[in-house]
């Protein structure tokens, strides 16, 4: 039975996909996910106008030409507004590297959501993946990511880095690890809340049970980070290892999760969306939920 028009169902869209972002626009939301597109092209983008009905876009980037940093992955992908134009963050990688080693957060970039988006080139130099873009209260720029296996300039595998972005397309090459306490955390986001710092980050593998969402609290993008005892998503017996989120404004204009979760027998991971609340002692949520829940 199909939920009534005032509410959202869980999964919100009937497709798997993996690390889904949301964009409140003027003309709707769009939700942005990793992996192939129904068009051939990847990154496929889906938009509603009441997070109830989704309608395919397109995917919105092509894969480069051999030789390209690009052909490869395309993972994460996050969109930020900036100077009028759509600037989107995702994780590729070039033939002919071995593993994921050859991962790194780049950008394309559009004049609408709906894309398609042109190729902007590698934003984040080194073994990368999981690229956030933010800004915080005073306006300046910066970028989150994790560290990728392959680098070859000090940063640690599985932790988490935050580095300037003086402009849009390029990161400034100094990166700060804000996050390193488990063996690997990844999917890091930022939100300012109350004169505050929240990290936001995924850990445990995201294959199993296991997975699930921490977070932190800070002064500055640049930390330092004490991280809070109980996770803010965490597996039930209906929704699986849910995780690798982001946040939006709701029709209320509250903030909202999204993040993605695996069926009870493993087979594929749904887009979830759920409020958010805050408390005294932090941001928490009734996610990861599995049936109808009312809009506001």
């Known amino acids: ?76 992908p996050e969109v930020m507004r900036a100077a009028g134009r759509y600037h989107l963050y995702y994780t590729a990688m070039p033939d002919g590297t071995p593993g994921n080693t050859g991962n790194r957060v780049g950008l394309a970039v559009s004049g609408s959501p709906a894309g398609p988006f042109e190729d902007g080139g590698v934003v984040v130099t080194q073994a990368s993946l999981d690229g956030s873009p933010f800004r915080d ?67 445990g593998s995201w294959g199993d049970a296991s997975y699930g969402v921490q977070w932190a609290v800070g002064d500055s993008p640049l930390g330092p980070f004490a991280e809070a005892p109980n996770k803010l998503l965490a597996s039930t017996d209906q929704v699986r290892g849910p995780g690798h989120h982001n946040f939006f404004p709701g ?32 941001p928490t949520t009734l996610g990861p939920t599995s049936g109808p829940q009312h809009l506001p």
Do not use: K
Not at 2 to 15: L, V, W
Not at 22 to 45: K, T, W
Not at 151 to 173: F, K, M, Q, T, W
Not at 263 to 276: E, Q
């Open 1 to 76: 039975m199909s939920p009534a028009p005032h509410s959202y169902s869980n999964p919100i869209i009937g497709e798997c996909l993996a690390d889904p972002f949301i964009l409140r626009a003027e003309d709707g939301y769009y939700l942005y996910a990793s992996g192939a597109a129904p068009d051939g092209r990847f990154i496929p983008v889906w938009r509603s106008a009441d997070l109830v009905a989704w309608t395919f876009v397109r995917g919105a980037v092509a894969a480069g030409p051999a030789g390209a940093w690009n052909r490869r992955n395309f993972w994460a």
């Open 251 to 282: 029709p209320d204009g509250s903030d909202w999760i999204i993040y993605h979760g695996w069926d009870p027998a493993f087979r594929a991971r749904y887009p979830r969306i759920d409020p958010l609340r805050w408390t005294a002692d932090g």
């Open 137 to 203: 209260d005073d306006g300046s720029a910066w970028l989150c990511f994790t560290a990728e296996f392959g680098n070859d300039r000090g940063l640690v595998p599985g932790r988490i880095y935050v580095d300037r972005l003086p402009s849009p397309e390029h990161a400034a090459g100094e990166p700060r690890e804000v996050m390193g306490q488990h063996q690997w955390q990844e999917g890091p986001c930022v939100l300012f809340r109350g004169g505050r710092c929240y990290l936001f980050y995924s850990t």
